[in-house]
């Protein structure tokens, strides 16, 4: 696994071809501009793409997308398939271009400062251009990206997939990073990593009472008896909870 990442690190710099309306360089398109017929896009389609409406912008800082009703870029969603109706959520949608129709599947995913729209599985998108985040844990944050998270920790021991994400798993601190569309999601650090919270100060092993008295909670959270048993989310603010495991502390997008 480790050459499959370091190739990653030199390949950093390449795009993945996206979708001609969703490149940053396409100018934005306001609705007047398009003469389809938007009764001939699925109800399905629209319900999804509400929570997605606005501009995106790339991890590079260029506005990548624009969302009005349904049109991305100016380019008409005329159908959809294989959509999920809960947030997160994903699915199948078919974008109609000057050279034809296309199909690309899309995630919606996170909250307010942290939430990501990630096309074909590979380029996420944000809201702002530039990262924001509340929190840090070992020096890692929300919404960083592979290559940033690479320059701080080196290339990952081991890569597997869990839950459609990747897990890359450090032995040295003991963390486990979870990523998609080349972006960190989650970080959860484990009791023997030494980890603590940039922000707080608190270790990862501080009582759970004094984690509720720092981030103003008014319930005290426990920690599981169990190994595959996970806390509730605990809410830091901007889009990033805390969830507890018998052995770990995660800061996640996930509620």
Known sequence: MNKRVATWAVAAAVLFAVPVCLQAATPVVTIERVTANTADVANESIHWL???????????????????????????????????????????????????????????????IHQYLIINDHQALRRSAKA????????????????????????????????????????????SLFVKGGILLAVRAYADSGAYFGKSGLTVTAPCSVFAKTYGWTQVPQRPAAEDIQSPAFSLGKGEFLRFGKEYTELTIFS
């Open 50 to 112: 509400a929570p997605a409406q606005g501009r995106w912008y790339s991890t590079k800082g260029h506005a990548a997308a624009y969302i009005k009703g349904n049109l991305f870029n100016g380019c008409l969603v005329t159908d959809g398939d294989n959509m999920t109706e809960d947030y997160p959520r994903s699915g199948n949608f078919y974008i109609t271009e000057a050279a034809g129709k296309r199909q690309i599947h899309l995630d919606l995913l996170g909250h307010n």
């Open 132 to 175: 924001d985040y509340n929190e840090t844990l070992c020096g890692a944050y929300l919404g960083m990206t592979d290559q940033e998270i690479i320059h701080l920790f080196g290339a990952p021991d081991r890569v597997a997939e869990d839950q459609g994400m990747e897990r890359w798993q450090y032995s040295h601190p003991h963390l």
